[in-house]
């Protein structure tokens, strides 16, 4: 059963799916920062959508001490930038 776009490619706003992409990358990073004692970190396309969904996020990766790299892809190797740093688990 389904609609009139049934298998159709539905068109999605970037910044749009970059939200979608960003909660989908944090939820099991926050599940696995709660259950490991391990340093955590995100990577993200080098891209505005992203930096501004870290940018608003980044007062409790943070405090969390999960770090956040963004990956520049229009360069060969990939450049990787550190944004947010890597610190220890603060809430134990």
Same mark, same amino acid.
């Given at each position: 059963? &389904?609609?009139? +776009? +049934? &298998?159709? /490619? +539905? #068109? =999605?706003?970037?910044?749009?799916?970059? /939200?979608?992409?960003? %909660?989908? #990358?944090?939820?099991?990073?926050?599940?696995?920062? %709660?259950?490991? %004692?391990?340093?955590?970190?995100?990577?993200?396309?080098? +891209?505005?959508? =992203? @930096?501004?969904? $870290?940018?608003?996020? %980044?007062? #409790?990766?943070?405090?969390? &001490?999960?770090? $956040?790299?963004? $990956?520049?892809?229009?360069? #060969?190797?990939?450049? $990787? @930038?550190?944004?947010?740093?890597?610190?220890?688990?603060?809430?134990?």
């Amino acid at each position: 059963m &389904g609609g009139p +776009k +049934k &298998g159709q /490619r +539905k #068109a =999605y706003l970037p910044y749009t799916q970059g /939200r979608a992409y960003f %909660s989908n #990358a944090l939820l099991p990073t926050l599940v696995h920062w %709660s259950e490991t %004692s391990a340093e955590i970190a995100l990577a993200f396309p080098d +891209k505005v959508t =992203y @930096r501004t969904l $870290v940018d608003r996020s %980044s007062g #409790a990766l943070a405090t969390l &001490g999960i770090g $956040v790299y963004f $990956v520049a892809m229009d360069t #060969a190797p990939p450049a $990787v @930038r550190q944004h947010l740093p890597h610190r220890g688990r603060p809430l134990g």
